[in-house]
């Protein structure tokens, strides 16, 4: 602390930084600081299917109302559409859940939560959200406070409303420079991976911000956000600006708060991160840690390409793997799931013709949803056999067999793949340049 | 995973690590791990699978965020305690107080000091868990 801020804060006007004002506004508090724990009024609670579905049987033995259905939104995009019996259970479990407690925000297999959630206008600047999904970190990019949360927990949120949270420390992560061509928000994030590690933010904020993330798309904020939670963060968040507003408009309705750190508010580590030479980078098995410079990996033999999910799977990502994939075949050695985050998302491809330059290429198209990513369903993995991933997550047999391995990479790095059979730098693809 | 129930993920419980550690885990056992235990989604079944294949508690020297409440809220215990990995042998006996953090290493005649899980815990812990404490409110 600086004796500026020492002055402030004894003159009780101490800063505070954007996630500390959004918990102290949920919390009826004038201030918070980091390792308090307050009791946070919850704006939107999301459920997504599986994780969902443990919840209700719990919450119906209350034999109480929720708190507020219209606080509430259901998803179906894990199990879209099921592929075993246990899965149609799940899928039974949401419908009655939805029917029995009046839940009219109720998405069936329209796409992933993390993409229907902004995209139809849940997500507010300066609101608290917490989904039973570990990656509803994403909503931060709309200048939100959101965080995973478990099963049981979501009980209590449908029952109170509220939620006990630690104010978390805040990272702030400064990224200056002008992104290479075919350099996306996905290489961005895994660099910042490769310096903190799974857990170089444990418990903390990750506020994202300089001119890279200023002049960043709201698909590349979502993504930097979506993978907060991979360096162990609590939450990811970027300041509400212009593209915020402009992504907000014919979204979102009613009044939201436009919060902003103080200039002194107290972060507990600064990262500087100039992306101005950044290479396309790729998370090597079994962790989304494990970085290399797409240099190091090239020639690695490819099995399976999967470019979807909510890290990977919107507009600006298809239109990026289109651009690489046009006019040629993938490789015969591969196979490329092509999987939209939504519905939205889908519909605007087809307008696009992007649909056309994946079937023509010979991809596998699928209906928006989650896909292979969490092992579920749609793609998974045999023994031995090696996939290049726009998703977040390459734990051991996550995406299927535990003897198979994941490369995590950009939705450009991972057309590069499918178009060579093996890892490739993008740049060296025609339409990569 | 194709079953949520206690008893089957039991059985799978650690394996990606040690596919023995089911049937070596003693009932009433302490789990020590090394840093960011837990790492990963939100899913509950991590802290229960752990709790269904005999663990009492797990002391840390850190735990990930999402685990480290979604095991409080089943009520298995979880100390977070910086140093503990190199002071704890395999075997050892171990006797832990929640409220303190207090980690008393019999077999070595040591004590080690965790981070106490906070008050309020605590409590939902005693009443049997997050579900449980909350019915108590109702």
């Given amino acids: 602390m600086n004796i500026a801020q020492q002055a402030r804060q004894q003159e009780g006007r101490e800063e505070m930084t954007l996630v500390e004002k959004i918990l102290a506004r949920a919390a009826g508090r004038e201030k918070v600081r980091p390792g308090e724990i307050v009791y946070a009024n919850v704006d939107v609670a999301m459920t997504q299917d599986i994780l969902g579905a443990l919840a209700f049987p719990a919450f119906r033995e209350l034999g109480i109302p929720v708190w507020d259905r219209d606080k509430i939104v259901m998803i179906i995009d894990h199990c879209a559409p099921p592929s075993t019996l246990l899965q149609a259970g799940y899928v039974v479990e949401n419908i009655r859940f939805a029917e029995d407690y009046g839940i009219r925000h109720f998405y069936k297999m329209q796409g992933v939560c993390h993409q229907i959630l902004p995209e139809e206008g849940f997500v507010k600047p300066g609101a608290v959200i917490v989904g039973t999904d570990s990656h509803t970190t994403t909503y931060g990019a709309l200048g939100a406070f959101s965080t995973g949360i478990g099963s049981t927990e979501m009980v209590w949120v449908f029952a109170k409303g509220n939620l006990w949270l630690r104010v978390p420390e805040t990272i702030r992560v400064e990224i200056n420079g002008q992104l290479p061509p075919v350099v996306m928000a996905k290489d961005v994030m895994l660099k910042i991976l490769s310096l903190i590690g799974t857990n170089g933010a444990n418990y903390k904020a990750l506020e994202y911000g300089g001119q890279t993330v200023q002049n960043m798309s709201m698909d590349g904020r979502l993504t930097l956000c979506n993978m907060a939670v991979e360096a162990g963060a609590k939450n990811g968040i970027v300041e509400v600006d212009e593209i915020t507003r402009s992504y907000l408009k014919n979204r979102a309705q009613g009044e939201m708060e436009l919060l902003k750190s103080d200039p002194d508010a107290n972060y507990s580590r600064v990262l500087q991160l100039d992306v101005n030479n950044l290479d396309p980078q790729v998370a090597c098995p079994h962790s989304p840690a494990n970085v290399a410079p797409i240099g190091e990996v090239i020639g690695q033999k490819v099995d399976q390409v999967l470019i979807g999910t909510c890290t990977g799977g919107r507009l600006e990502d298809f239109r990026m793997a289109a651009r690489l994939i046009q006019g040629k075949r993938i490789s015969r050695n591969v196979r490329c799931l092509i999987i939209p985050a939504s519905a939205r998302i889908y519909l605007r491809m087809l307008e696009e013709g992007l649909l056309k330059v994946f079937a023509e290429a010979g991809c596998v198209i699928s209906n928006p949803q989650c896909g292979p990513c969490g092992g579920i369903s749609h793609g998974l993995l045999g023994d031995g056999e090696v996939c290049v991933s726009t998703s977040n997550r390459n734990f051991m047999g996550r995406m299927g067999s535990t003897k198979a391995k994941v490369y995590l990479a950009s939705p450009a790095t991972a057309a590069a793949a499918a178009v060579a059979g093996v890892l490739t730098d993008p740049r060296e693809i025609e339409g990569g340049r | ?138």
């Fill in chain 2, 1 to 138: 995973m194709t079953s949520f129930k206690p008893a089957d993920l039991a059985k799978i419980c650690m394996r990606d690590i040690d596919p023995e550690f089911p049937q070596r885990m003693a009932p009433g056992g302490f789990v020590v791990a090394g840093k960011n235990f837990g790492c990963g989604s939100s899913r509950e079944g991590a802290p229960i699978s752990l709790k269904a294949a005999g663990v009492q508690a797990i002391v840390a020297e850190e735990f990930a965020r999402i685990f480290y409440r979604n095991a409080l809220n089943v009520c298995l215990p979880v100390i977070e305690c910086p140093g503990v990995v190199s002071a704890i042998d395999l075997g050892d006996e171990l006797e832990i107080a929640l409220s303190s953090g207090t980690i008393r290493n019999i077999s070595k005649g040591s004590v080690i000091q965790g981070v106490p899980i906070p008050g309020f815990l605590l409590e939902m812990m005693r009443a049997g868990g997050l579900i449980a404490f909350l019915k108590q409110q109702l």
